[in-house]
C-alpha cells in the first residue's frame, strides 16, 4: 500500500503517540519509590528493621525449599554484610544516604514479590515475572534463580532506587563514590554465599553457574549501568521523556531475564530439580543463621 507523504507523517505521529503511552504506564512512580517511610532520615535502625522484614519472608520460603529461597537468602546475606560494612569508621561518605538507598531499594524487591504472588501481574515488573515464575514452575538451577534475581533488582530496580533517593549531596558533588563503594563489600560476599546456598540449597546447580569472580565482573557492570540509567531518569527534561528511560530499563532488564531462564533452564530427563530438593528438604532450615562464617566480613 502506497502512502502519501501526509499520510505518512499522520501515521508516524500516531505511532509515537502509542509509543509514549505505552511509557507512561510501563514507568514506575518515583514519589511512591521515594515513600517517607522508606528511611527517608537515613536512621541506622532502618537496615536492622529491613534485616527482620528479610528474615521472616524468608522463613516460609526457606521451609518450603521454594526456588524463590535463593535470592531470598542471596539479598539477606548481601543486607547483613552492607550493615557491618557501613559501621566501619569513614567506610561511606555518607552513611545516612545509604542507608535510605538501603530501604527504597528492598522495598522495590518486597513490593514486585507481593504483587506476584498476590497474582497482580499487571503491577509486577516483567524481569521480576520471568524471576519469580521460574522459581514457582522449578525451572532453572538455583544459579539460575541467582542470576534471575541479581538481574531483575540491579538492572531494573536499581536505577529508581538511586533516582528516588538522589544523586547528588546538597553541595552539589556526585554520590557516586559511595555508590561504588557497596562493590567493595559485594566482593566479600560471593565466595561464603555460594559455599551457604551450595550446602543448604543446591548442591548441583551452582556448580554449573558463573564462578564468583565473574559474577563479580557482571554485578560491576550491571551496577554501573544502573547508575547512568537513572542519571538519565533525574536529567529527563519531562515526564515523558522519563517514561520513554524506565520502557528502557524494563525491555532491557526483561530481554536479560528471558536469556538467563534460557541458558539456567533444566532439560528433563537430562536435569532435573530433584535431587536439589531433596538435599534441601534435609539441609536447609526455615531460619538461617546470624553468621555462619564467623564474625563478619563477610557476613
Not at 149 to 159: F, K, Q, S, T, Y
Not at 204 to 229: C, H, K, N, V
Not at 258 to 271: E, H, N, Q, R, T
Request: net charge positive; glycine share 6%; charged share 15%.
Amino acid at each position: 500500500m502506497n502512502l502519501s507523504m501526509p499520510r505518512r507523517r499522520t501515521l508516524r505521529a500516531a505511532l509515537a503517540v502509542v509509543v509514549v503511552s505505552v511509557a507512561i504506564v510501563a514507568a514506575p512512580s518515583p514519589a511512591r519509590a521515594a515513600a517517607p517511610g522508606d528511611c527517608a532520615d537515613g536512621s541506622p535502625s532502618c537496615v536492622a528493621a529491613t534485616i527482620a522484614t528479610m528474615r521472616a519472608r524468608f522463613a516460609p520460603l526457606g521451609r518450603s525449599c521454594a526456588h524463590n529461597a535463593v535470592f531470598a537468602l542471596t539479598y539477606l546475606r548481601t543486607t547483613q554484610t552492607y550493615e557491618w560494612a557501613r559501621d566501619q569508621p569513614g567506610f561511606f561518605t555518607d552513611p545516612a544516604w545509604v542507608n535510605h538507598e538501603d530501604a527504597v531499594f528492598a522495598r522495590l524487591y518486597f513490593d514486585a514479590y507481593d504483587s506476584w504472588a498476590a497474582g497482580a501481574r499487571l503491577r509486577t515488573p516483567g524481569a521480576w515475572l520471568v524471576a519469580f515464575d521460574a522459581a514457582r514452575g522449578r525451572k532453572v538451577t538455583a544459579a539460575g534463580n541467582l542470576l534471575l534475581g541479581m538481574n531483575a533488582h540491579i538492572n531494573r530496580d536499581l536505577p529508581h532506587a538511586l533516582a528516588a533517593v538522589g544523586l547528588t549531596r546538597p553541595d552539589g558533588s556526585s554520590r557516586k563514590p559511595d555508590h561504588d563503594k557497596v562493590n567493595d563489600f559485594l566482593a566479600a560476599v560471593l565466595a561464603p554465599l555460594q559455599v551457604e546456598l551450595t550446602a543448604r540449597l543446591d548442591p548441583t546447580g551452582l556448580a554449573t553457574g558463573l564462578p564468583p569472580d565473574s559474577a563479580f565482573q557482571l554485578i560491576l557492570g550491571w551496577r554501573e549501568q544502573a547508575w547512568r540509567y537513572a542519571e538519565r531518569l533525574v536529567s529527563a527534561p519531562n515526564p515523558v521523556a522519563r517514561a520513554l528511560v524506565a520502557a528502557e530499563i524494563e525491555a532491557h532488564a526483561t530481554a536479560q531475564a528471558v536469556l538467563y531462564a534460557g541458558l539456567a533452564a533444566y532439560v528433563p530427563p537430562l536435569s532435573t530439580p530433584a535431587a536439589r530438593d531433596a538435599h534441601c528438604a534435609v539441609h536447609n532450615g526455615d531460619q538461617p543463621p546470624a553468621y555462619p562464617f564467623g564474625t563478619p566480613p563477610p557476613y
